[in-house]
């Protein structure tokens, strides 16, 4: 049986632990300093909890990072730490939505060990199966090759530490760019008193998709971030960041609202445009969990 360590078992790293647990792998991880609902949700998942980092790493033949972008390098560190006090030989994906260069630092933190940049794109497939993370790196075939279950797809998508974060950075710049625009367009129509009329233009066009408004600013603290790396990647292609340094800038005022209250798994996203709007009016008063 694979062992797989996972870092850490929040929302999504939940999901894909209670995949590969459903799909015959063993899946260890850590609730050490972290929040009651984190516990919630390794516990919901069916996940074998171990006291620390050098337990998890020192079980594992596989280590998952799955962190926000911001924590990425940190994690990195942390797990290379543990990988040199333990005598590991675990290889180690980092699927963490970063830009290539961060990747490349990730790795770098890493070495020796033997790296897989992944990434995931889709929602967690406790909530959703279907997610699929996109791999690269010489070791890639080793994280596709787990346990999935069929309720997570793998992509190589070549031999280069890189190109799985490169994939996920314009393919996210896409999906959460517009989600950015539609949040931003219906605040502003709530200002000016033609919501209505908005909303119904644009669900014509099959673009008011209103649940993605809400579902994003229960996260939009870690999108914020991740903004700022798809900024750098297309500042590394020769392209002006101040897209998406903008974007990066709306998912920031989105985390100070009411709409931000609440966390992914527990929210109502059916919610009418116009209490949406009016939650984006106002200051939120819970602090992030």
């Excluded at 490169?166 to 605040?187: D, E, N, P």
């Excluded at 800038?249 to 009016?278: K, M, R, W």
């Amino acid at each position: 049986m694979t062992t797989v360590g996972l870092v850490s078992p929040g929302h999504m790293g939940s999901g894909l632990g209670w995949a590969l647990r459903e799909g015959g792998a063993r899946v260890v991880t850590t609730v050490a300093g972290r929040s009651e609902r984190t516990r919630r949700l390794a516990g919901a998942a069916g996940l074998e909890l171990l006291p620390g980092l050098h337990e998890v790493v020192a079980e594992a033949d596989v280590v998952l990072s799955v962190t926000p972008p911001g924590d990425s390098l940190s994690a990195a560190r942390d797990i290379a730490g543990a990988l040199r006090a333990t005598g590991s030989r675990a290889v180690v994906a980092d699927l963490n939505a970063v830009s290539p260069a961060t990747m490349t630092a990730v790795a770098q933190e890493l070495s020796p060990a033997h790296v897989v940049d992944g990434a995931i794109s889709g929602a967690p497939p406790i909530v959703h199966p279907g997610a699929r993370i996109f791999l690269s790196g010489e070791h890639a075939a080793t994280i596709a090759d787990l346990p999935w279950g069929g309720k997570v797809q793998p992509i190589i998508v070549g031999p280069k530490i890189g190109a799985a974060s490169a994939t996920k950075m314009c393919t996210a710049g896409v999906y959460k760019g517009l989600g950015a625009l539609l949040t931003q367009a219906i605040r502003t129509a709530g200002h000016h008193d033609v919501l209505d009329a908005v909303v119904a233009d644009l669900a014509r066009n099959d673009v008011a998709h209103l649940a993605g408004v809400v579902s994003s600013a229960t996260k939009a603290d870690r999108f914020a971030d991740e903004m700022r790396e798809i900024a750098t990647t297309q500042a590394g292609a020769g392209l002006t960041p101040d897209l998406f340094t903008a974007i990066a800038a709306v998912y920031l005022d989105v985390a100070t609202t009411a709409l931000a209250e609440g966390d992914p798994e527990t929210t109502d996203f059916n919610l009418p445009a116009a209490e949406i709007v009016s939650r984006l009016s106002h200051p939120r008063t819970a602090p992030p969990t």
